[in-house]
């Protein structure tokens, strides 16, 4: 889940090298995306041991779920949204969306190692956002 926020970083920094190297092509963006996803999967693939069909479940749930997290980002930046929270919003959306469809694919002791890399502590934090929205 870290790795989430690692594309996230990705994006904003093309946006700040747009500006400083020029514009890269939607090719060179595709390829860094399609990178950081093989990245999050074989380290996934190390951590947990994975077999080839849990890999290829996990790859196609973090490139389905980061795609539609991208395609709103950019449309809300499209649409000039200012408010941050609606980005965390979306991110926490989609955040949960995958580590639902991981506990479905991951055995008991993969899942519990899985919790331990940090997607416990990010859960917990979503969690904590969405109390505090409905609180509001």
Same mark, same amino acid.
């Given at each position: 889940?870290?790795?989430?926020?690692?594309?996230?970083?990705?994006?904003?920094?093309?946006?700040?090298?747009? *500006? =400083?190297?020029?514009?890269? %092509?939607?090719?060179?963006?595709?390829?860094?995306?399609?990178?950081?996803?093989?990245? &999050?999967?074989?380290?996934?693939?190390?951590?947990?041991?994975?077999?080839?069909? &849990?890999?290829?479940?996990?790859?196609?749930?973090? %490139?389905?779920?980061?795609?539609?997290? &991208?395609?709103?980002?950019?449309?809300?930046?499209?649409?000039?949204?200012?408010?941050?929270?609606?980005?965390? #919003?979306?991110? #926490?959306?989609?955040?949960?969306?995958?580590? =639902? *469809?991981?506990?479905?694919?991951?055995?008991?002791?993969?899942?519990?190692?899985?919790?331990? %890399?940090? *997607?416990?502590?990010?859960?917990?934090?979503?969690?904590?956002?969405?109390?505090?929205?409905?609180?509001?």
């Amino acid at each position: 889940m870290k790795k989430a926020l690692l594309i996230l970083l990705l994006v904003a920094a093309g946006r700040v090298a747009l *500006a =400083q190297e020029g514009p890269k %092509t939607p090719e060179q963006r595709e390829k860094e995306f399609y990178e950081a996803i093989e990245n &999050q999967v074989n380290r996934l693939t190390e951590q947990l041991d994975l077999a080839d069909w &849990q890999v290829f479940y996990v790859d196609s749930i973090l %490139t389905h779920d980061y795609r539609e997290m &991208q395609a709103e980002f950019n449309s809300m930046s499209a649409a000039k949204y200012a408010n941050s929270d609606l980005f965390y #919003d979306v991110q #926490d959306k989609w955040m949960e969306k995958m580590y =639902q *469809a991981m506990h479905k694919v991951f055995d008991e002791e993969q899942w519990a190692k899985y919790l331990k %890399t940090g *997607a416990a502590r990010e859960k917990k934090q979503r969690d904590k956002r969405a109390a505090k929205k409905n609180r509001l």
